[in-house]
Nanobody, 119 residues
Framework: QVQLVESGGGLVQAGGSLRLSCAAS????????MGWFRQAPGKEREFVAS????????RYAEFGKGRFTISRDNAEYTMYLQMNNLKPEDTAVYYC????????????WGQGTQVTVSS
């Protein structure tokens, strides 16, 4: 089992920045790929970014390229999402998730953290 706890959400004005954190505990090791997803009111959950722990390979949704950066702290098993130039349409609950690398589907999810961007 892997436990994930997000933090760092909040209210920010358009053009501002936030950094989300996801602390992993439990059976953490380099076999996992970790990702960020978000869900806005009335919309389906969507992929934001992912990071393969063993290789450091990252992937981004198109809307996040150039604005969002995913990174990690190996020693603390913590993942970050730096979000710059935020837009009102980035308003959503952001979730951290983990899956075994090579396996489709994320098995572990955090409780989510609210990000609200005002215009």
């Amino acid at each position: 089992q892997v436990q994930l706890v997000e933090s760092g959400g909040g209210l920010v004005q358009a053009g501002g920045s936030l950094r989300l954190s996801c602390a992993a505990s439990g059976r953490t090791n380099s076999r996992y790929t970790m990702g960020w997803f978000r869900q806005a009111p009335g919309k389906e959950r969507e992929f934001v970014a992912s990071l393969t722990w063993s290789s450091g390979t990252t992937r981004y949704a198109e809307f996040g390229k150039g604005r969002f950066t995913i990174s990690r702290d190996n020693a603390e098993y913590t993942m970050y999402l730096q979000m710059n130039n935020l837009k009102p349409e980035d308003t959503a609950v952001y979730y951290c998730a983990a899956r075994v690398t090579g396996i489709t589907g994320y098995d572990y999810w955090g409780q989510g953290t609210q990000v609200t961007v005002s215009s």
